[in-house]
């Protein structure tokens, strides 16, 4: 498995495009995936119960688990926008078969942006009629941003039954980031055969060791959405369950939906530090996982690395209420390679290397439990002053 430079059109077969249309000031609003045929598709939604108009529509539009098309704007969330939101979800998707030439329920949509406006349908119709099929991808992977401050992608390709396959994913998330079996906004593209319903359990299985490990506001949107598509067009036989083929294929799949997990947790709104926390030693990977996200969730945690301050008193404090049956007796705490409390007890260690640590972009915190074989990771960003000026100023 090879990382390579590409696009979210890089499998054969895509192709995306993004542009202004209006919905930002200046940046880009509005984009479209397309795959030259149908693809299998698969996907993962939020499960905050207050969903927007493209959630209700895209989760329905996956029933046959066929999509050809995703057209998505950012700037405006469509949510909370009742039964005109609905209408409009459908007229972009309406809209986007016309242009392609293909049939409205094959075209998933996707919104981001500020809750509760209506989306201004003739702005975005003028959009949607200058996408091209031979644009621009990056244009797409920008156009799907709202505070985030860089494009986030990921593809990688292998060989598989004698052919080069690839996997591709972008995704959007800064804030309001706290996913339960969905990220902010997520979207993998691959040439593989595979069929739908072996590619969503595979997605549904690797949310929860990826995008569900990331947090960085306590949040869960109302517009969270992964989609992948697979069109087929490496012509691989299609893969089947406990195969070499269809292990080597959710590698790549788990490669890229962590590398995307791990970009978004590290551009957190105001985030000057990318925060990793592996967990050993657990009863089981559940308890590991779930004690790592809590302790990058824990707003003192967040905001002593922020600061620089090695408070392991603050990490250990979130292990113990992280609503496991983990006992404290046996627990180690490590930030990155110094160990700072065993035995129930603190450990001395160097100030000025420790001091060195925390000045890096990336601070690595373990906690071994050594009561079990359960492992598991989490990522998340320190809690910065420009979190709050960026939140508070959301609006204007």
């Given at each position: 498995?090879?990382?390579?430079?590409?696009?979210?059109?890089?499998?054969?077969?895509?192709?995306?495009?993004?542009?202004?249309?209006?919905?930002?000031?200046?940046?880009?609003?509005?984009?479209?995936?397309?795959?030259?045929?149908?693809?299998?598709?698969?996907?993962?939604?939020?499960?905050?119960?207050?969903?927007?108009?493209?959630?209700?529509?895209?989760?329905?539009?996956?029933?046959?688990?066929?999509?050809?098309?995703?057209?998505?704007?950012?700037?405006?969330?469509?949510?909370?926008?009742?039964?005109?939101?609905?209408?409009?979800?459908?007229?972009?998707?309406?809209?986007?078969?016309?242009?392609?030439?293909?049939?409205?329920?094959?075209?998933?949509?996707?919104?981001?942006?500020?809750?509760?406006?209506?989306?201004?349908?003739?702005?975005?119709?003028?959009?949607?009629?200058?996408?091209?099929?031979?644009?621009?991808?990056?244009?797409?992977?920008?156009?799907?941003?709202?505070?985030?401050?860089?494009?986030?992608?990921?593809?990688?390709?292998?060989?598989?039954?004698?052919?080069?396959?690839?996997?591709?994913?972008?995704?959007?998330?800064?804030?309001?980031?706290?996913?339960?079996?969905?990220?902010?906004?997520?979207?993998?593209?691959?040439?593989?055969?595979?069929?739908?319903?072996?590619?969503?359990?595979?997605?549904?299985?690797?949310?929860?060791?990826?995008?569900?490990?990331?947090?960085?506001?306590?949040?869960?949107?109302?517009?969270?959405?992964?989609?992948?598509?697979?069109?087929?067009?490496?012509?691989?036989?299609?893969?089947?369950?406990?195969?070499?083929?269809?292990?080597?294929?959710?590698?790549?799949?788990?490669?890229?939906?962590?590398d995307l997990a791990k970009e978004i947790a590290k551009d957190g709104e105001g985030a000057t530090k990318l925060i990793e926390v592996t967990v050993t030693g657990a009863q089981d990977n559940?308890?590991?996982?779930?004690?790592?996200?809590?302790?990058?969730?824990s707003p003192l945690v967040k905001t002593a690395i922020f600061g620089k301050d090695p408070n392991w008193g603050r990490i250990l404090c979130a292990v113990g209420y992280s609503e496991t049956?983990?006992?404290?007796?046996?627990?180690?705490?490590?930030?990155?390679?110094?160990?700072?409390?065993?035995?129930?007890?603190?450990?001395?260690?160097?100030?000025?290397?420790?001091?060195?640590?925390?000045?890096?972009?990336?601070?690595?915190?373990?906690?071994?439990?050594?009561?079990?074989?359960?492992?598991?990771?989490?990522?998340?960003?320190?809690?910065?002053?420009?979190?709050?000026?960026?939140?508070?100023?959301?609006?204007?």
């Amino acid at each position: 498995m090879q990382k390579i430079n590409g696009t979210i059109a890089t499998p054969r077969g895509f192709h995306a495009d993004g542009l202004h249309c209006g919905l930002k000031k200046k940046r880009k609003d509005l984009c479209w995936l397309y795959s030259d045929v149908p693809a299998q598709a698969a996907g993962v939604f939020t499960t905050n119960k207050v969903k927007a108009a493209p959630i209700h529509y895209t989760k329905a539009a996956l029933a046959d688990g066929l999509i050809q098309a995703v057209v998505v704007n950012s700037g405006n969330a469509n949510a909370c926008t009742g039964a005109v939101g609905l209408a409009d979800a459908k007229k972009m998707t309406e809209l986007t078969a016309e242009k392609l030439g293909i049939e409205p329920a094959l075209v998933a949509v996707a919104s981001t942006g500020v809750i509760g406006k209506l989306l201004p349908m003739a702005t975005v119709a003028a959009g949607i009629d200058r996408l091209t099929i031979e644009g621009d991808a990056t244009g797409f992977q920008q156009a799907i941003l709202t505070t985030d401050t860089c494009e986030k992608v990921s593809v990688y390709q292998d060989d598989l039954a004698g052919t080069t396959v690839t996997v591709a994913g972008c995704s959007k998330g800064s804030g309001m980031i706290h996913p339960n079996m969905a990220t902010m906004l997520g979207f993998v593209t691959t040439d593989v055969a595979i069929a739908s319903d072996t590619l969503q359990e595979m997605l549904a299985e690797l949310t929860e060791t990826t995008f569900n490990q990331i947090t960085v506001d306590g949040d869960t949107s109302t517009n969270d959405m992964v989609l992948v598509l697979a069109n087929g067009l490496a012509h691989n036989p299609p893969l089947m369950k406990a195969t070499p083929a269809y292990e080597k294929f959710k590698k790549m799949l788990a490669a890229v939906m962590t590398d995307l997990a791990k970009e978004i947790a590290k551009d957190g709104e105001g985030a000057t530090k990318l925060i990793e926390v592996t967990v050993t030693g657990a009863q089981d990977n559940l308890s590991a996982r779930m004690i790592a996200k809590t302790v990058v969730g824990s707003p003192l945690v967040k905001t002593a690395i922020f600061g620089k301050d090695p408070n392991w008193g603050r990490i250990l404090c979130a292990v113990g209420y992280s609503e496991t049956e983990a006992a404290m007796e046996g627990v180690t705490i490590a930030i990155g390679p110094h160990v700072v409390y065993a035995d129930e007890m603190p450990v001395l260690f160097d100030q000025e290397a420790m001091k060195e640590t925390l000045e890096a972009q990336e601070i690595a915190i373990t906690v071994n439990l050594q009561e079990g074989s359960g492992q598991g990771m989490a990522w998340g960003c320190d809690l910065s002053y420009d979190y709050v000026k960026i939140n508070a100023l959301y609006h204007t």
